[in-house]
């Protein structure tokens, strides 16, 4: 199997940069996903370890082979693009077969590694069919196939699933995460989706502005966010990201009269709260203002104002609320993420010997 070494990569046009230093490991066998929110460099990334862009500073290796200047067809690798780019006057066997074809693989090898296929995909009944006869999800199958048969160990995926409406995005979510630990390919995946991130990943490669805000787990990555951003992009709805003040040493939400902790030094801050943390508590001195409710049938999720700050809380039993009511808030101590305004930094060191 081979893996995926990025080191101090940099794609710039002109002054602007798409990927700025940019470096990050892919181990050999594992689910990696490229996640970040539109023109973060995520796809300029993926083009440029598949040899389709070219790098302005930095090093790509594959396989521990220095490829940054190699041609994409020297790379050892398959990829999956957004649109299938399937030929339409060809059958669903004539298009997975088709790079065997143009690389003069033997005829006999082409039958069984499309018999395999097409059996590991359920195409097998499909196979003399034209593409505009296939539904989104079988399309996506048959982009699939054309990138498994060439039996590359590594395969990279630019938002495949984009096309597709939820129903199907879940299901082939599924099938994509089990058939790369059935095939122990590497696979490096991009999207612009946290769930489908969050759903399938090993490890998440969070993108913001060309640069990586983080790189963890998604366990990691959900729990620990580096950054205000992080905390933000990743969950639904997202974190709770609100401005803080000081009063008689202790740091309260701003507009608020309670402390939400005591014992931290004067900084800059900002204080993270999920939504699915916050428990309605009549009890609670935190008290909030309704401003809109969203029932979700399972989940109600409750708009609020506390002090001078909004906030969401996500709950169940929310039944006789309305817009105006008060309520009380509370949390765990454990549900407190604090960051530095300026750089959005996670200060786990100022929460050492904090008391609330």
């Not at 090898?109 to 018999?115: H, K, N, P, V």
């Not at 205000?228 to 507009?255: C, D, H, Q």
Request: with cysteine.
């Amino acid at each position: 199997m081979s893996g995926i070494t990025v080191s101090g990569l940099s794609k710039r046009w002109g002054d602007s940069y798409a990927v700025r230093d940019v470096s990050f490991s892919v181990e050999p066998g594992s689910f990696a996903v490229l996640l970040g929110p539109s023109g973060c460099g995520k796809s300029t990334l993926l083009r440029l370890i598949s040899g389709l862009e070219s790098a302005s500073a930095g090093s790509i290796e594959i396989g521990g082979r220095d490829v940054t200047a190699r041609p994409p067809a020297e790379r050892d690798l398959a990829m999956v693009f957004q649109s299938y780019a399937l030929f339409p006057h060809l059958s669903v066997a004539e298009n997975i077969l088709f790079g065997l074809k143009v690389r003069k693989v033997p005829r006999t090898d082409q039958t069984e590694r499309l018999a395999r296929v097409a059996d590991l995909l359920g195409l097998s009944e499909l196979l003399d069919r034209r593409p505009s006869q296939l539904s989104g999800g079988q399309q996506q199958r048959v982009a699939l196939g054309r990138a498994i048969i060439a039996e590359k160990p590594i395969c990279l995926m630019d938002e495949p699933l984009s096309n597709l409406d939820a129903k199907l995005r879940h299901e082939m979510r599924v099938e994509i995460r089990a058939l790369q630990r059935k095939l122990g390919m590497t696979m490096l995946y991009v999207t612009h989706d946290q769930a489908e991130a969050m759903g399938m990943a090993d490890r998440i490669i969070l993108l913001k502005d060309g640069t990586i805000e983080q790189n963890a787990t998604p366990v990691e990555t959900y729990g620990r966010p580096a950054t205000s951003f992080a905390g933000r992009f990743i969950g639904t709805p997202p974190m709770n990201v609100l401005a803080l003040t000081w009063e008689y040493g202790g740091v309260r939400i701003k507009g608020t009269n309670t402390a939400l902790l005591n014992g931290i030094p004067k900084s800059d801050l900002t204080a993270g709260l999920r939504p699915e943390d916050i428990v309605l508590d009549e009890a609670s001195v935190h008290r909030a203002e309704v401003e809109t409710i969203e029932y979700l049938g399972a989940d109600t999720l409750i708009d609020c104002r506390l002090g001078s700050e909004r906030l969401t809380v996500r709950t169940r039993g929310a039944d006789g609320l309305s817009p105006g009511a008060e309520i009380g808030l509370t949390w765990p101590r454990a549900a407190i993420h604090l960051f530095d305004v300026g750089s959005g930094h996670r200060r786990d060191d100022l929460l050492t010997g904090a008391e609330g």
